[in-house]
């Protein structure tokens, strides 16, 4: 079974570029998530979708983030403009059903802003 | 109060002892949690789920659940260099939007030969 898959592994742009991460979850995995780690802290989920809705979308900073999941499949992060405070690992996980069912992780992209 | 709390550690044990990770949740109504273990520089792989009150074991790693106290633990046995890592405690946390899962800080664990 093929695992989470996340592009591109690394990204390293400039100040007020925008950039955009893309996910590909284990299939038939109906949920997909979009977390963001910093150094030394756990995941913080930015956003959840079911199938295609976004049903958690609360923590997401939508001045400049912005995510979709067309056919409830593949999903599309972008961040425009980035800021340097956005320099972190954007995880992507898919569960079977829901939180309550286990997430399984991309290998992430490791996102650099100068 | 943060909604899931993890000792940051280092904690550091000697090869072939017990490593005892604690994690601690604020939401009395939780149902799901999770024992995730991160290598530096990768990504979070989970280790174990356990959704009732008592024990579950799989192979050296034992995840212990006590809802009452509100309290999760794993303990690994017969600790190896390769156990080395930061473990994740994640608990679905009930928020507006529905289940949420919600992650510790992670506990650092060094196993010294």
């Known amino acids: 079974e093929a695992g989470v898959v996340q592009s591109p592994r690394y990204k390293i742009i400039e100040k007020k570029q925008p950039v955009a991460f893309w996910c590909n979850p284990i299939s038939g995995h109906n949920t997909l998530y979009w977390y963001l780690q910093n150094l030394g802290q756990g995941p913080e989920l930015l956003i959840r979708y079911e199938n295609e809705e976004a049903v958690d979308d609360s923590q997401l900073p939508k001045d400049r983030f912005s995510a979709e999941r067309l056919k409830g499949v593949d999903s599309t992060l972008k961040i425009q403009p980035a800021e340097l405070g956005d320099s972190a690992v954007y995880l992507c996980a898919s569960s079977y059903a829901g939180p309550n069912s286990p997430l399984h992780f991309g290998n992430g992209t490791r996102l650099t802003v100068t | 109060q943060k909604e899931v709390e993890q000792n940051s550690g280092p904690l550091s044990v000697p090869e072939g002892a017990i490593a005892s990770l604690n994690c601690t949740y604020s939401?009395?109504?939780?149902?799901?949690f999770f024992w995730y273990r991160q290598y530096s520089g990768k990504s979070p792989e989970l280790i174990m789920s356990i959704y009732s009150n008592g024990d579950k074991e799989d192979g050296r790693f034992t995840a212990q659940l006590n809802k009452a106290s509100q309290y999760v633990s794993l303990l690994i046995r017969d600790s190896q260099p390769s156990d080395s890592a930061t473990y994740l405690c994640?608990?679905?946390?009930?928020?507006?939007?529905?289940?949420?899962?919600?992650f510790g800080t992670g506990t650092q664990l060094k196993v010294e030969l």
């Open positions: 994640a608990v679905t946390i009930l928020t507006g939007g529905g289940n949420k899962l919600t």
């Open positions: 939401d009395r109504v939780s149902q799901s």
